[in-house]
């Protein structure tokens, strides 16, 4: 059962130009939603977040927004480079019982190829 | 930021033997870490939560006898791979997460490449 889902295996921009990845979860306990990066043979680096409170949050050309009733989020990214180029993984976490944030449910990530 | 070191970033062992692989929180006390496996082509799976003092909790169909985990101080956590076999072969990952300014942040380690052979 596949909580957190990426549909888009890959996603091919030029450079300037936007990035949208989505990721939609099934999840309604999803409290708190994050995005990583991820080069092949590292480990992934945190992007951005967002809480279910919000709609949306912005840090410099990475945007995410939140759509609770649709349990769809996506990360914008304006514009786009070539160093973006990367695995992008959604994931998302329910903080139940007050416990940490840190037990992540991935989606299954988005490949971004950024063309000069 | 916070760093979260991981060690070896990869290992290469024969079926049968054992592997140990570290995770350190480097510029913070964790008591909580996790445990994530990566296979080819896939997402990352929660294997295991580290506590720090106490048992491991480990997710559904995770082997706890196979994976030992050991989380002894504030800033290290260990995976035992024991007895490995080539299935075994995958990407772990561990995370630590840090609260600040109303936020928790999940730090991710670089990962280890273990291949059993």
């Known amino acids: 059962d596949q909580q957190v889902k990426q549909n888009s295996p890959s996603l091919s921009v030029q450079e300037g130009r936007i990035s949208i990845l989505n990721c939609d979860y099934t999840n309604s306990m999803f409290d708190y939603f994050l995005w990583y990066k991820k080069y092949p043979a590292e480990g992934p680096t945190f992007l951005i977040s967002i809480s279910s409170i919000k709609d949306k949050n912005e840090d410099g050309r990475f945007t995410v927004f939140l759509n609770k009733s649709a349990k769809h989020l996506s990360l914008h990214i304006v514009p786009s480079q070539p160093g973006d180029s990367a695995v992008y993984f959604c994931?998302?976490?329910?903080?139940?019982?007050?416990?940490?944030?840190?037990?992540?449910?991935f989606g299954q990530g988005t490949i971004l190829t950024v063309h000069p | 930021g916070a760093v979260v070191s991981q060690h070896p970033s990869w290992v290469i062992c024969k079926s049968g033997t054992s592997v140990k692989i570290e995770c350190r929180s480097l510029?913070?006390?964790?008591?909580?870490m996790f445990w994530y496996r990566q296979f080819p082509k896939q997402s990352l799976m929660l294997m295991a939560t580290?506590?720090?003092?106490?048992?491991?909790?480990?997710e559904q169909g995770v082997e706890k006898d196979k994976f030992l985990i050991n989380h002894a101080s504030l800033t290290l956590s260990t995976l035992t791979v024991t007895s490995a076999h080539p299935e075994d072969s995958s990407f772990y990952i561990c995370?630590?997460?840090?609260?600040?300014?109303?936020?928790?942040?999940?730090?991710f380690g670089q990962g280890t490449r273990l291949t059993v052979v």
């Open positions: 994931a998302a976490s329910d903080n139940a019982g007050g416990t940490s944030y840190g037990k992540l449910t």
């Open positions: 580290s506590n720090e003092g106490s048992k491991a909790t480990y």
């Open positions: 995370s630590a997460t840090i609260e600040f300014g109303g936020n928790t942040e999940a730090f």
């Open positions: 510029d913070f006390q964790a008591t909580t």
